[in-house]
Nanobody, 131 residues
Framework: QVQLVESGGGLVQPGGSLSLSCEVFGLNLDHYAIAWFRQVPGKEREGISCISAVDGSILYEDSVKGRFTISRDIAKKMVYLQMNRLIPDDPADYYC????????????????????????WGKGTQVNVSS
């Protein structure tokens, strides 16, 4: 059974850091790209980072570049999102998601519209930034 389980959300002060984890069950990370999305109630879900399976290439949404870092441990089936210098625009429900990206395929080219192609979603973890 496929499951993506996020953890690590919480409350942090502006300028602080959080580390999110996504544990993947039932999929291999060398066949599935893993992305992090976030959504604020009433707003569209946005992709903020992705790591492709085929070559490990990484994408970031502009607002998180230089502050967030995605990484993966293929053997442990874990994907991480290190979030530094959190700002008041960052609070949201954060989701990890898997899109098939098998050997021979191209790396994920863009975060824009990626949610349409996602095969599996986690249930999310909440991040709050407040003083």
């Amino acid at each position: 059974q496929v499951q993506l389980v996020e953890s690590g959300g919480g409350l942090v002060q502006p300028g602080g850091s959080l580390s999110l984890s996504c544990e993947v069950f039932g999929l291999n990370l060398d066949h599935y790209a893993i992305a992090w999305f976030r959504q604020v109630p009433g707003k569209e879900r946005e992709g903020i980072s992705c790591i492709s399976a085929v070559d490990g290439s990484i994408l970031y949404e502009d607002s998180v570049k230089g502050r967030f870092t995605i990484s993966r441990d293929i053997a442990k089936k874990m994907v991480y999102l290190q979030m530094n210098r959190l700002i008041p625009d960052d609070p949201a429900d954060y989701y990890c998601a898997a899109q098939e990206n098998p050997p021979g395929a191209r790396p994920i080219p863009t975060l824009s519209g990626m949610d349409v192609y996602v095969d599996y979603w986690g249930k999310g973890t909440q991040v709050n930034v407040s003083s």
